[in-house]
């Protein structure tokens, strides 16, 4: 039977097995719900506890500090029209990126309906903004700056730290999309002067339908749902126990040498270029896979080649791919952050797809993948 090849990671990770095994073994044993003040309600709660820990200890932030949700559009959602809710007195100014995920950019279009002054920056072809103009449009009634820590379509990193650095002191708070570089690259939310944070388990090997916000003590947001008292009043609903502790594995497990792990991806990355070069395949990256990027996605222009024609033949062929978010990638709109770095009329918008590796990705399937690749395009063009 036919090996099927799972390579669209950043869309979604396959759940460890140990996680899996503690989420099962906490579904058995740890029922109780978790602000109940028997046994069993005191039992889950340690649960609850003891992940929320684990995940503060990985980012430098405080137990209290962490939210639990229900992914990241939730957490993102809940940073932004909180912010706009408790500081529009402050103005109504917020300040975001052209390439920012379908979680932040819909929010922001809906809060520009409502009056506020949204301002898009622009990238460059590597994917990133310019720091000066951020200082440039950083005035006084600027509320929010909501910038990706990491871009789910062509990895590269934004400079969260300098970001930071430059909102400190203003009236606006700094708020992270976390969610592709969780787990990927190492953040320290006191470092990098992040006010709001938000992460999706499923990204790390984790499960679906969980996430966390990061709200730097003292900033007291709104809740973006309304109900019980859970979460010390932050986001109302029973916890999702055995989820939360599976998510407190994931992230244990994420927390190894990330320097090394992007070493292995580089080299996954090298194994399908090489090979493309090699039977001469006209091809280019989108964005850059040297410098301030996350090899764990690697965005491929495929000349002549029709976005979805090239994924539908490696699916035919067994390999998982995708054209870029999935939260889009089944619409007929054409990638938003390759028109932000090419241009609206690139033809890199429609022959374009996008590879991306976890830590379960093998050297193996990565070279028959790549052998497939240049195989299909020497055929397709």
């Not at 009236?171 to 969780?182: I, P, R, S, Y």
């Amino acid at each position: 039977m036919k090996k099927n090849i799972y390579l669209d990671n950043a869309a979604t990770t396959p759940v460890s097995p140990s996680v899996a095994a503690r989420i099962n073994d906490e579904m058995l044993d740890d029922f109780g719900n978790a602000s109940s003040q028997h046994y069993f309600g005191r039992k889950a709660r340690a649960a609850v506890e003891v992940a929320r820990n684990i995940i503060a200890d990985s980012i430098n932030a405080k137990a209290n500090e962490i939210v639990f949700t229900s992914g990241g559009t939730e957490s993102n959602n809940t940073a932004i029209y909180g912010t706009a809710k408790l500081r529009s007195h402050l103005g109504k100014k917020i300040i975001t990126t052209k390439v920012e995920h379908p979680s932040v950019l819909n929010p922001m279009k809906d809060l520009e309906s409502q009056g506020y002054n949204i301002v898009y920056l622009d990238v460059d072809q590597t994917g990133h903004i310019s720091l000066e103009q951020l200082k440039d449009e950083l005035t006084d009634d600027t509320i929010l700056v909501s910038i990706m820590s990491v871009n789910n379509e062509v990895g590269s990193i934004m400079p969260i730290e300098e970001i930071g650095q430059l909102v400190k002191g203003t009236n606006a708070l700094f708020h992270v999309d976390d969610v592709q570089g969780f787990g990927n690259i190492d953040i320290d939310v006191q470092k990098s002067n992040i006010d709001l944070m938000s992460t999706s388990a499923h990204k790390i090997n984790g499960p679906k339908f969980l996430g966390f916000l990061y709200e730097k003590e003292g900033i007291n947001l709104p809740p973006l749902l309304l109900g019980g008292e859970q979460e010390l009043k932050r986001r109302p609903g029973t916890e999702n126990v055995p989820a939360i502790s599976g998510f407190g594995v994931a992230v244990k497990e994420s927390n190894i040498d990330k320097k090394e792990q992007q070493k292995k991806y580089q080299n996954l990355q090298n194994i399908i270029i090489n090979k493309l070069k090699h039977d001469h395949v006209d091809f280019e990256v989108n964005g850059s896979i040297s410098g301030s990027v996350s090899h764990h996605v690697l965005n491929l222009w495929l000349k002549g080649i029709d976005t979805a024609l090239a994924i539908t033949n490696l699916d035919l062929a067994g390999f998982a791919v995708s054209g870029g978010s999935a939260c889009t990638a089944g619409s007929l709109h054409p990638s938003h952050v390759l028109a932000a770095m090419y241009g609206e009329s690139s033809p890199r918008l429609r022959e374009s797809i996008r590879v991306s590796f976890s830590r379960f990705t093998s050297e193996d399937d990565v070279t028959s993948f790549a052998a497939e690749l240049a195989d299909m395009c020497k055929r397709l063009v």
